[in-house]
């Protein structure tokens, strides 16, 4: 189940791609069909297969041999494994209990696609970040419905509706922290990373308190160590903007999968847990 979801997952990757590319120039992610940036010509079905069509075509374009980014491969093929990572992690009961009952299965069911959508957002958010530094409205916010309703019905389904408290904090704690990030320092933090926190923050307190606070700090971890690689190697200096966005991503999904697990490790070292 997990290979055939991440399969599903290279297909959405496909689609990521455009969304990456048309979204922050505010073109339509559904018409025009796809066409060669260099000859204007429209991609053909047998040549938007993802991964295997650029492979095939030796990474260029079959009507004016102009080079493809391997980007849109990558894409694709990444996308593919995360979707695969999650499914196997829900699927293997890490996420919710091995069901035994109709409303526990629903309940996986739930958490899964609601964790697949996340992936999703994750791949588009953190790719537009690193272009152009934004984190499109068009994207965040409609995410905390959809997440909101997935995670609720989830949560109901498998009979604890006390993850639902955690949820809320999460969602409300982490959006004021960056909100007064924000006001202390417009120049380090902007109002994409506030609404986006508030959105990983939702997920990350559905899952537990030690996920909400391994996810929360990761992102300064991942983020700070980014910076001084860069600095180290003189790629940046002190003023240089570097994206926060795809660390942040990266600290939540760490945060989700083995959060728990580095809260109790931590815990333990002073004899909490």
């Known amino acids: 189940m997990a290979i055939l979801i991440g399969m599903f997952g290279s297909v959405i990757g496909s689609f990521l791609n455009v ?55 990558l894409v694709e093929l990444g996308t593919a494994v995360f979707f695969g990572a999650v499914a196997w992690w829900v699927l293997a009961g890490r996420a919710v209990q091995v069901p035994t009952t109709t409303s526990e299965t629903l309940a996986m069911i739930l958490t899964l696609v609601a964790l697949l959508y996340l992936a999703a957002v994750s791949v588009a958010l953190a790719l537009i970040d690193l272009d152009t530094h934004t984190l499109p409205n068009r994207i965040v916010l409609p995410a905390y419905p959809v997440g909101a309703v997935l995670l609720t019905s989830a949560a109901v389904a498998a009979g604890e509706p006390g993850r639902l ?24 933090m902007g109002m994409g990373d506030v609404k986006l926190a508030g959105l990983l923050g939702l997920y990350l307190g559905w899952f537990g308190w030690g996920q909400l606070a391994v996810g929360a700090f990761s992102a300064f971890l991942l983020g700070g160590l980014f910076a001084l690689v860069l600095l180290i190697a003189r790629q940046a200096n002190r003023k240089s903007g570097i994206p926060f966005g795809p660390w942040m991503l990266a600290g939540a999904w760490l945060g989700i999968f083995y959060g728990e697990q580095i809260a109790v490790g931590y815990l333990s070292l002073f004899g909490l847990a």
């Open 165 to 188: 408290i955690g949820a809320i904090i999460g969602a409300g704690g982490l959006f004021a922290l960056y909100f007064l990030m924000a006001l202390a320092y417009p120049a380090g």
């Open 19 to 73: 969304v990456v590319y048309r979204l922050p120039l505010k073109r339509s992610i559904v018409s025009p069909p796809s066409a060669c940036g260099g000859c204007g010509g429209p991609i053909r079905a047998r040549d938007n297969v993802p991964v295997l069509s650029w492979l095939l075509l030796w990474g260029r374009c079959r009507d004016c041999g102009i080079k493809i980014s391997a980007r849109y491969p």
